[in-house]
């Protein structure tokens, strides 16, 4: 008449890379880590012991690097670490976002609410004001003195 609770399953990190594969996403073993790849996109995952796998920041992949999306305010960006930039299409921006949703149920993470609306950016580059935060003057901010 005790009632057992079930033992929690913690998956490790090859179960977790097992069913990666088995969801359709190509995996390449990177150290410790692992690199996730699906058509256009790919994203690093890193063995955490017992815990879920972290995701690094998912992105389409520019010439053999991940890029990562950035806002221009008016339009989108792909950006990589070498500095490359080349625009984000509407195709490579719902591929990302189908990647990130598929390998989050695969690994059995939380989607979280916001991102599953949509594809979410890493930087917001809005405001294309040259120098804006070098603590310069600004011609509107000096001091003037009234002659009379």
Not at 53 to 58: E, L, Q, T, V, W
Not at 74 to 92: E, I, M, N, W, Y
């Amino acid at each position: 008449m005790f009632f057992r609770r079930a033992k929690v399953h913690h998956s490790t990190f090859q179960e977790h890379v097992d069913r990666l594969k088995a969801a359709g996403f190509q995996v390449e073993s990177k150290g410790s880590g692992a690199l996730i790849s699906r058509g256009p996109c790919a994203a690093v995952i890193e063995d955490r012991g017992d815990e879920p796998p972290h995701i690094n920041r998912a992105g389409i992949l520019v010439g053999g690097e991940i890029g990562y999306a950035v806002s221009g305010g008016f339009q989108s960006f792909v950006r990589t670490a070498s500095g490359k930039v080349q625009p984000a299409l509407a195709r490579d921006l719902k591929a990302l976002h189908a990647f990130e949703e598929d390998m989050k149920e695969a690994l059995g993470l939380t989607s979280l609410y916001n991102e599953s609306l949509g594809t979410t950016f890493d930087q917001h580059m809005y405001d294309r004001v040259v120098n804006r935060d070098r603590g310069e003057r600004r011609p509107w901010e000096q001091k003037t003195t009234l002659t009379r």
